[in-house]
């Protein structure tokens, strides 16, 4: 089990990282790249951005599963 559950917590780290550098701060971040210029900020969310919250916020669940599960399996190892 520990076999499976280190390499998917592996890739969810790094998918995290780089989900969380692509959301804009105040100032607007690399997400501006793909679509979201100073108009689409100004209007709100757009969906793009709507999108990329969705699925940082799914990678953080998985990553913190994937955190207390190796946590459980390392402490009865």
């Given amino acids: 089990m520990?076999?499976?559950v280190t390499p998917l917590?592996?890739?969810?780290?790094?998918?995290?990282?780089v989900l969380v550098l692509l959301h804009s701060g105040k100032g607007g971040g690399l997400s501006d790249m793909f679509g979201g210029g100073m108009g689409a900020s100004a209007a709100?969310?757009?969906v793009m951005e709507k999108n990329l919250n969705r699925i940082t916020v799914v990678i953080a669940v998985v990553w913190?599963?994937?955190t207390v599960a190796l946590g459980m399996l390392l402490t009865n190892t």
């Fill in 2 to 4: 520990l076999y499976l």
């Fill in 44 to 46: 709100g969310s757009t």
């Fill in 64 to 66: 913190s599963f994937t």
């Fill in 9 to 17: 917590h592996m890739l969810a780290s790094g998918m995290l990282i």
